[in-house]
């Protein structure tokens, strides 16, 4: 233990351990702001960039960033000094000069750290004026919006994309007044690798990095009376949509969602968790076939348009390995247009499908030319759960006092497989429920597979499914699929099923969901919320889906049949590695 005194209480903490981290032993919080740790996931951004964080350590004579210096036996630390307050303020004066301050209008309004720590700092005028760097904004992709005349040369972003995802895209270029962080050459950021997880822009502190909004678009559509719109609701938007309310992170607000969605407008109001129990069922199917033939092992799931990106532009010569079931998203977009609105008698061309995901390639995923048919879109807009909160507030709806109401049918039933979807290893917990009352041919009660759950980035198991026994892993976060793909290839490990997310944690974690500002622990009661919910469901394995069992019987034949393949699968296309 190393023994220190700041602002005179003395304190005793591991070596190793940052003043930043034994001020917080002490209740003192140092304002950060380039800073970013992420417990769970064992990360930590500390540059020192931005030395906002300055303290006074006695017998230094220059001032020392908190967040990376780390502590030392006897060392005397004063956080407040004048010297420290001053210096403070000093750059964020210089940071707010080269800053557009159109905080009214932006998307970040509210939800800034930078904005926050004006306030904190009490700073309420800005001294430096003069000329401030311009560039052009990159809204070349359907995913991210970049804008940096914000950003702050923070560099937390490439912490994200490049160590926490190892794609690599964001690097600091140029130098001086030019300095930015942006892909090599300045490329749009649809000719880069980029796989829209929107990873950057949970960790961005300002508006630099935000999703492109499509919130108008739903507005217009659903003024539009030559068409039925009608919406789709990701497993992870119900167990973190209430934090944007200021209801406690954990809670599951489905009913009061489906309520705030009828009251927009929304012809009906479905749940691509009935797409996720779909998924399930073709999955499977292809699953047990590849495990009994002993051919294309292991088999990967293919429900995060991330994780398959990633895949095509980083492991083309694994392209075999993922199932060719689309994604749950795509899956509903598929039958919304091509069963549903045929039991409605219209067009799919009259069928607009609206989606909320937790994800932004969710948005990349649905403009991908695989996913229409003749110009028209499976799915037509994609918004995050942030951009539902934005929807609801602007319609006036008070969500914390709206009444429960439940999902419309045949597109609204569900089971509790399909809301685990939203955490890392739930689609992989879902497909062992049905392969093991399939391949034992009984309604197998083990249907918990703990081994597989938590928020941890890598986890192996070798599960008993009906007296088979698969040995199976769960990946999360791009850096950890890369580890385990790079053992794969190398002849190191070997597996029957690996469930993939690009988010760390999976969707709970998505790109499109509530800031948490580092607080991990938010992310933990999101993942509980889902678990508790699909404990709370009467019926808990996809193929026990009444609507599913239906959907099969009146249209899709078995599944893996002729029309399941032509409407619920797809194929995957390598691509360059800039
Ligand atoms: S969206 Fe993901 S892959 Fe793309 S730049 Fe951001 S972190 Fe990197
Ligand atoms: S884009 Fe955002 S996260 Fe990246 S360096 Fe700029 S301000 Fe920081
Ligand atoms: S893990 Fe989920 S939220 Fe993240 S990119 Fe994949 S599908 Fe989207």
């Given at each position: 233990?190393?023994?220190?005194?700041?602002?005179?209480?003395?304190?005793?903490?591991?070596?190793?351990?940052?003043?930043?981290?034994?001020?917080?032993?002490?209740?003192?919080?140092?304002?950060?702001?380039?800073?970013?740790?992420?417990?769970?996931?064992?990360?930590?951004?500390?540059?020192?960039?931005?030395?906002?964080?300055?303290?006074?350590?006695?017998?230094?004579?220059?001032?020392?960033?908190?967040?990376?210096?780390?502590?030392?036996?006897?060392?005397?630390?004063?956080?407040?000094?004048?010297?420290?307050?001053?210096?403070?303020?000093?750059?964020?004066?210089?940071?707010?000069?080269?800053?557009?301050?159109?905080?009214?209008?932006?998307?970040?309004?509210?939800?800034?750290?930078?904005?926050?720590?004006?306030?904190?700092?009490?700073?309420?005028?800005?001294?430096?004026?003069?000329?401030?760097?311009?560039?052009?904004?990159?809204?070349?992709?359907q995913?991210?919006?970049?804008?940096?005349?914000?950003?702050?040369?923070?560099?937390?972003?490439?912490?994200?994309?490049?160590?926490?995802?190892?794609?690599?895209?964001?690097?600091?270029?140029?130098?001086?007044?030019?300095?930015?962080?942006?892909?090599?050459?300045?490329?749009?950021?649809?000719?880069?690798?980029?796989?829209?997880?929107?990873?950057?822009?949970?960790?961005?502190?300002?508006?630099?990095?935000?999703?492109?909004?499509y919130?108008?678009d739903v507005?217009k559509a659903?003024?539009d009376?030559t068409k039925t719109v009608v919406v789709q609701?990701?497993?992870?938007?119900?167990?973190?949509?209430?934090?944007?309310?200021?209801?406690?992170?954990?809670?599951?607000?489905?009913?009061?969602?489906?309520?705030?969605?009828?009251?927009?407008?929304?012809?009906?109001?479905?749940?691509?968790?009935?797409?996720?129990?779909?998924?399930?069922?073709?999955?499977?199917?292809?699953?047990?076939?590849?495990?009994?033939?002993?051919?294309?092992?292991?088999?990967?799931?293919?429900?995060?348009?991330?994780?398959?990106?990633?895949?095509?532009?980083?492991?083309?010569?694994?392209?075999?390995?993922?199932?060719?079931?689309k994604?749950?998203q795509q899956m509903f977009g598929a039958i919304a247009k091509n069963y549903y609105a045929q039991k409605l008698g219209i067009k799919p061309e009259d069928m607009v499908v609206v989606s909320?995901?937790?994800?932004?390639?969710?948005k990349?995923e649905a403009a991908r030319e695989e996913f229409s048919h003749n110009g028209n879109r499976d799915v037509d807009i994609v918004?995050?759960?942030?951009?539902?909160?934005?929807?609801?507030?602007?319609?006036?709806?008070?969500?914390?006092?709206?009444?429960?109401?439940?999902?419309?049918?045949?597109?609204?039933?569900?089971?509790?497989?399909?809301?685990?979807?939203?955490?890392?290893?739930?689609?992989?917990?879902?497909?062992?429920?049905?392969?093991?009352?399939?391949?034992?041919?009984?309604?197998?009660?083990?249907?918990?597979?703990?081994?597989?759950?938590?928020?941890?980035?890598?986890?192996?198991?070798?599960?008993?499914?009906?007296?088979?026994?698969?040995?199976?892993?769960?990946?999360?976060?791009?850096?950890?699929?890369?580890?385990?793909?790079?053992?794969?290839?190398?002849?190191?490990?070997?597996?029957?099923?690996?469930?993939?997310?690009?988010?760390?944690?999976?969707?709970?974690?998505?790109?499109?969901?509530?800031?948490?500002?580092?607080?991990?622990?938010?992310?933990?009661?999101?993942?509980?919320?889902?678990?508790?919910?699909?404990?709370?469901?009467?019926?808990?394995?996809?193929?026990?889906?009444?609507?599913?069992?239906?959907?099969?019987?009146?249209?899709?034949?078995?599944?893996?049949?002729?029309?399941?393949?032509e409407l619920l699968?797809t194929?995957?296309?390598?691509?360059?590695?800039?």
């Amino acid at each position: 233990m190393v023994n220190l005194k700041i602002n005179d209480m003395p304190v005793s903490v591991d070596d190793g351990v940052t003043i930043l981290e034994a001020a917080q032993k002490l209740g003192i919080k140092i304002p950060t702001l380039c800073h970013i740790k992420l417990d769970c996931f064992h990360v930590e951004h500390r540059c020192g960039s931005c030395r906002i964080c300055v303290v006074e350590v006695a017998g230094r004579p220059n001032l020392a960033p908190a967040c990376c210096t780390p502590v030392l036996e006897g060392m005397d630390v004063k956080t407040n000094t004048l010297r420290a307050i001053n210096a403070r303020r000093t750059m964020l004066d210089l940071l707010l000069s080269d800053h557009p301050k159109d905080c009214l209008t932006c998307a970040k309004n509210l939800d800034c750290q930078l904005q926050k720590l004006a306030q904190e700092m009490n700073l309420h005028q800005v001294l430096y004026k003069g000329e401030q760097s311009t560039y052009n904004k990159d809204l070349s992709s359907q995913a991210i919006a970049r804008d940096l005349d914000k950003c702050i040369m923070c560099r937390r972003c490439e912490t994200a994309c490049n160590v926490v995802q190892t794609v690599g895209v964001l690097s600091g270029v140029d130098r001086g007044f030019e300095a930015v962080v942006a892909p090599a050459g300045y490329k749009p950021l649809n000719q880069t690798q980029c796989v829209f997880c929107g990873q950057c822009v949970l960790a961005c502190p300002v508006g630099a990095l935000t999703e492109v909004s499509y919130k108008y678009d739903v507005w217009k559509a659903l003024n539009d009376e030559t068409k039925t719109v009608v919406v789709q609701t990701a497993p992870a938007v119900r167990a973190a949509l209430g934090e944007e309310f200021g209801i406690a992170p954990g809670s599951i607000t489905t009913g009061k969602m489906v309520t705030a969605l009828r009251m927009m407008g929304f012809d009906k109001v479905f749940d691509t968790d009935f797409a996720a129990d779909l998924t399930i069922m073709e999955e499977t199917t292809e699953l047990i076939g590849r495990v009994k033939e002993g051919k294309n092992l292991p088999i990967l799931t293919s429900c995060c348009p991330g994780w398959v990106k990633f895949l095509e532009h980083q492991f083309p010569d694994l392209i075999y390995m993922p199932s060719t079931a689309k994604s749950p998203q795509q899956m509903f977009g598929a039958i919304a247009k091509n069963y549903y609105a045929q039991k409605l008698g219209i067009k799919p061309e009259d069928m607009v499908v609206v989606s909320v995901m937790p994800c932004l390639a969710k948005k990349y995923e649905a403009a991908r030319e695989e996913f229409s048919h003749n110009g028209n879109r499976d799915v037509d807009i994609v918004i995050s759960t942030r951009e539902l909160a934005d929807m609801i507030k602007e319609a006036g709806i008070i969500f914390n006092n709206l009444e429960d109401s439940k999902y419309d049918d045949p597109l609204g039933e569900s089971t509790g497989a399909a809301v685990i979807f939203g955490a890392t290893g739930g689609v992989l917990e879902a497909a062992l429920r049905t392969a093991a009352d399939w391949i034992a041919g009984t309604d197998v009660q083990e249907i918990d597979f703990e081994a597989v759950r938590g928020l941890e980035g890598i986890k192996e198991a070798t599960v008993n499914v009906a007296g088979l026994e698969l040995k199976a892993a769960v990946c999360s976060g791009l850096g950890n699929a890369r580890k385990l793909l790079e053992r794969i290839k190398n002849g190191e490990a070997q597996y029957h099923a690996i469930e993939i997310m690009a988010c760390p944690g999976g969707c709970l974690n998505g790109g499109g969901q509530p800031y948490y500002d580092g607080d991990t622990t938010i992310l933990e009661k999101r993942k509980e919320a889902l678990y508790r919910d699909d404990k709370d469901q009467k019926i808990r394995k996809s193929h026990l889906n009444p609507s599913i069992q239906k959907l099969y019987k009146e249209f899709l034949g078995e599944p893996g049949s002729h029309l399941a393949h032509e409407l619920l699968h797809t194929k995957y296309t390598p691509r360059k590695n800039w």
